[in-house]
Each structure stands twice: as C-alpha cells, then as structure tokens.
C-alpha cells in the first residue's frame, strides 16, 4: 500500500476536572503515594499516554459502531469495519485494511501549566498534582472510613496534545478525518482516565487544528 500523505491533527487538552491516569507504584516513588498518576521516567512530571488517549476514542467508537463489541464487549477484532482500519485491528489477525492509521502521541504539559504547578508545588509540597482524599462509606454504620488518598492532575491544566493520520491510496481521508473527530468528540462527552463516573477526567479538547487549520471538536461531524 502507498502511503500518500500524513494529515496532523494538534491542539490542547484543558481538563476541567482533575485527571486520573494511574501509573505503577514501582516507576517513580515521589511522596509515598499509594495511588500514584503515571509521570515521565525522566522528568518525573505528569503526562497523558498516546495509548490512553488512543484506547479510549477506541472503546467509544466501538460501543457507538463495532457491532462485535456491543455484542461480546470485547475489542472488535472483525477487520472489515472503521475502527478497526483506523486503529488497528485488535490481535495479529490477518486483514486486508493495512497498516494502523493512526498515531497517537503523548501529550506533555504546556508551558504554562508547568509554570502554575511548579507553583502549586512549591506551596503545597506535592509534585506537579493533587493529593484528592475519598472516604469509602460503610453501608451498614453509614460512617466514613479509610479516606483512600487519590493522586490526580488538578482541574485547568492543560496538555499539548498531537494525533498523525496516515492516508494510504485509495483511502478516504475526510471519512476517516471525521471519525477521529468524532471519537474525540465522545471523550470529550465522556472522560478521560480513570474515575469518570465519580467525575474524574473531563476534559476539553481546545485550540484545535487539522493540518494548521483551526476547527472545532463536537459541532457538526
Ligand atoms: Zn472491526
């Protein structure tokens, strides 16, 4: 297949709650956190994996398409359909789509971002996040027990983020263009990371470009 052209799509990602993205107690112990957010193993500050972003347009586009996933709940695998072409069909399976066309990049702070939190850092002694205690209630005494600290990116900080659409001969590139959006879209009317349903994670993709050309996520598709 030939590989025709690249399309780069890039803005900012504004979180308007605190954003959870777990990271391993193993990679970097900063304050002892029992739930730490995962950070760059070189700078130690807090970012947003290509894959996390990637995997979670995925799984919203296949509840929203993927036929096999609303059925099985599994990672659509059937090779044929749009999320599958664009992010890679699930297990090495033989299929005739190609290559992934999508690239997801990781997102690392703005500058300004870093500047704010290295304030907060030195104020409040915790290394560009927030310490967010959440008290498990006991059904029965209906008292609050073990407040379970969470580590979490706190509310308006914002990420660069950049995603590279590769198009190949024959491929349609406003349709494939248009599906991203729209996965985009659906995080965005989701949340990103973990804790979403306790209000984690909302976020806003803003600043947003394809090729330079500014548009904006979620009006018109
Ligand atoms: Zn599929």
């Known amino acids: 297949m030939k590989l025709e052209k690249h399309v780069v799509i890039r803005g900012i990602i504004f979180c308007d709650t605190g954003l959870r993205i777990g990271g391993s107690k193993d990679d970097i112990e900063i304050g002892g956190m029992d739930n730490p957010i995962i950070r760059h193993p070189v700078t130690g500050l807090p970012y947003i994996p290509g894959s996390s972003l ?34 890679g069909t699930h297990k090495a399976r033989e299929s005739h789509l190609g290559p992934t066309r999508i690239i997801v990049r990781d997102a690392s702070l703005t500058p300004e971002s870093l500047d704010e939190l290295k304030g907060s850092n030195q104020e409040k002694g915790i290394y560009f996040s927030e310490v967010k205690y ?19 990116v706190p509310a308006e900080t914002k990420f660069h983020f950049e995603i590279v659409l590769r198009i190949f001969e024959g491929d349609n590139e406003k349709e494939i263009l248009d599906f991203v959006k729209e996965g985009l879209a659906l995080v965005q009317k989701e949340y990103l990371g973990g804790s979403g349903s306790r209000g984690y994670g909302k976020v806003r993709f803003i600043n947003t470009s394809v090729d330079d050309n500014p548009f904006t996520i979620g009006e018109g598709k």
């Not at 005494?141 to 580590?151: C, F, L, S």
Request: hydrophobic share 25%.
């Open 134 to 152: 959440e008290n498990l209630v006991d059904r029965k005494t209906g008292k609050a027990e073990h407040p379970r600290p969470n580590e979490r």
């Open 54 to 87: 990637k995997g979670r347009m995925r799984s919203l586009l296949e509840l929203k398409y993927a036929e096999r996933t609303q059925q099985t709940g599994q990672p659509c695998s059937c090779g044929r359909c749009l999320v599958c072409k664009i992010f």
